[in-house]
């Protein structure tokens, strides 16, 4: 198995170091951070980002596939060359070889790809599918899910709740269909009602792609939580359920103190741990001897 870090999309929101922690400028530098797996049974995507539609028709009216008000917000930057199709040919694959394709959730900024790709099976949280293809009520779910991102898509895989054996204290799906058992959905509701986590046994250790249920390195590998007031603000404007947001945010902070050795936890946005993950290439945590 050999996983490719790849960022899918930049966002650059005016307040600088007040949303990344280090920009220098009035701009600040957010990532989409995907996942792209070789496995025996093809090609698999965690999370698309941008999608080439998203970049060549951003302005679609009368619904067009990102809001107006988030690509302000966040002042989004549509590039094509950071589409998910894109950077996969430059690793000389086709997108015909994406086989599944495997959801956090379905925000705009992680599913604006699926399209880019009609033969992948997609895999989501049931809870997540309904809120994103039902009544979208209120400021944030009309923001947020956007179904010209995805109505196009045929081959749904839908799961309801953990089955299983739980993974480090938390449920684990398994047993997803057509997928190796290495690959893991961990239910991580709170920053939507079917978000969740993405867990791969490198065969040395774990990674967790955690989506957003955290959006800081400062959030994580720590006794105490460190995020900056401009992200601190998104989660909360976001957020469906605070109290199992934070809960869940609490219990991967634990999580990444106490089996640090063994576990690589990041999260969908933060450019700090995109640039190490990136540079480590497809170098897994190292347990302990």
Not at 9 to 19: I, R, S, Y
Not at 82 to 105: C, M, N, P
Not at 116 to 145: C, I, K, L, Q, W
Not at 151 to 173: L, N, T
Request: with cysteine; aromatic share 8%.
């Amino acid at each position: 198995m050999r996983i490719h870090h790849i960022n899918c999309g930049t966002d650059c929101p005016l307040g600088g170091a007040l949303f990344d922690g280090r920009s220098k400028g009035l701009r600040g530098h957010l990532v989409c951070h995907c996942l792209a797996i070789e496995t025996n049974e093809g090609l698999v995507l965690v999370d698309t980002g941008y999608g080439l539609k998203d970049v060549r028709h951003p302005h679609e009216e009368p619904s067009p596939r990102i809001t107006r008000t988030m690509r302000n917000l966040l002042n989004i930057q549509l590039r094509e060359e950071e589409t998910a199709v894109w950077q996969l040919k430059e690793l000389g694959f086709d997108a015909r070889d994406v086989r599944h394709i495997l959801l956090t959730h379905l925000d705009f900024d992680h599913a604006g790809g699926l399209e880019d790709f009609p033969n992948a099976r997609v895999h989501v949280m049931d809870a997540e599918f309904s809120a994103a293809t039902g009544p979208r009520r209120g400021f944030v779910a009309r923001n947020r899910y956007r179904p010209r991102q995805f109505d196009e898509v045929r081959d749904w895989r839908r799961y309801s709740g953990p089955a299983g054996e739980p993974w480090y204290g938390f449920g684990a799906v398994r047993a997803l269909e057509g997928l190796p058992p290495e690959i893991l959905m961990v239910p991580l509701p709170g920053h939507t009602w079917g978000h969740a986590g993405i867990a791969i046994d490198t065969g040395s250790g774990w990674l967790l792609h955690a989506g957003d249920a955290y959006f800081y390195h400062g959030e994580m590998r720590r006794a105490e939580r460190e995020c900056t007031p401009g992200l601190r603000a998104y989660q909360t404007m976001m957020e469906v359920d605070r109290q199992q947001r934070l809960a869940n945010q609490e219990r991967l902070r634990k999580l990444s103190v106490d089996a640090a050795p063994e576990v690589r936890i990041f999260c969908a946005h933060d450019a700090v741990e995109f640039e190490e993950l990136a540079i480590m290439g497809t170098m897994p945590p190292v347990r302990p001897v």
